[in-house]
């Protein structure tokens, strides 16, 4: 597991087996029994707390990842690794976190 793959995620009712992000840092994998993680929808909105996903990043079909939407999961629920975003795609979700949580730039 490292920050920035996508994972399938058994998520509680209503959101179910679905696309999820890893975005703890790195070390937290090892040691941690949770894990933070961004869901992954294909409801899309084209709002900056969103992230475009699709086949091209191993994902089946067009979705986003939801950084207003940041939960903190049992690693246990993990399924199955799906793909790694790029560093690009990993900056872009961490802009869209930066705005979902109205951080400053340049931290």
């Not at 959101?15 to 890893?22: N, Q, S, T, W």
């Not at 795609?89 to 340049?106: D, H, M, N, R, T």
Request: charged share 20%.
């Amino acid at each position: 597991m490292k920050r920035g793959e996508v994972w399938w995620a058994n998520l509680p009712p209503p959101a179910g087996r679905r696309p999820v992000v890893l975005l703890s840092r790195d070390a937290a994998y090892a040691v941690r029994s949770s894990v933070t993680i961004a869901e992954v929808s294909s409801t899309i909105r084209l709002i900056p707390s969103e992230l475009a996903l699709g086949p091209a990043d191993g994902l089946p079909r067009a979705c986003v990842a939801n950084a207003d939407n940041l939960v903190t999961i049992p690693k246990a629920w993990l399924d199955g690794r799906i793909a790694a975003l790029s560093p690009a795609k990993l900056a872009a979700v961490e802009a869209a976190i930066q705005f979902a949580l109205a951080l400053p730039s340049g931290h």
